[in-house]
């Protein structure tokens, strides 16, 4: 990709992002700051720094389901080489010159990131559940990261959109 923007290597991916990435930043940016002013009655200061650590949790959040990804394609011997973020999801990359694989591999390595999303989205129900009593926004943004990988990183990445997880086991379901 020509405007690709390379970020850093992490647990040995290359990360980098397409422009869309830092709009669609911006834009859950302003999002979750504009709910919790409209909705959670937070100050603007709050609302915004609030907003801004919830923006980059998501971004955690989404590296770690490609992570999940990566670490289930290393042990098939066919692992990833990066990911590439856009508009406000990833996308796992895989060798260029990858070999023709068999169905139960790409089942495998599309399975490993909705099963670590999930289990974040625990650990973040957990946290939320911990931190509830204190009130304030960060019981907020634990809620909003623990729904973010429970509904949308987790099982909402079996929605066959495309570009998802359930699309690449639709597409190899069956073909084993």
Partial sequence: MKSE???????GLQLSAAPSAFIG?????LALSGVAIAVLRLSAVEAILGGLIATALHWCSETFHHWGHAQVARR??????GVRYWAVFGQSLYPPDEPALPASV???RALGGPIASAALGIVFGLITW???PTG???RWIAAFAALDNLLILGPGAFMPLGFTDGSTLL???GKQ
Avoid: C
């Avoid at 098939?76 to 080489?81: Q, V």
């Fill in 136 to 138: 304030g926004p960060v």
């Fill in 171 to 173: 597409r190899y379901w």
């Fill in 106 to 108: 790409h089942i495998r």
């Fill in 130 to 132: 911990a931190v509830w």
């Fill in 25 to 29: 930043t911006l834009v859950v940016w």
């Fill in 76 to 81: 098939t011997g066919y692992p990833m080489i």
């Fill in 5 to 11: 923007i390379k970020l850093f290597t992490v647990a």
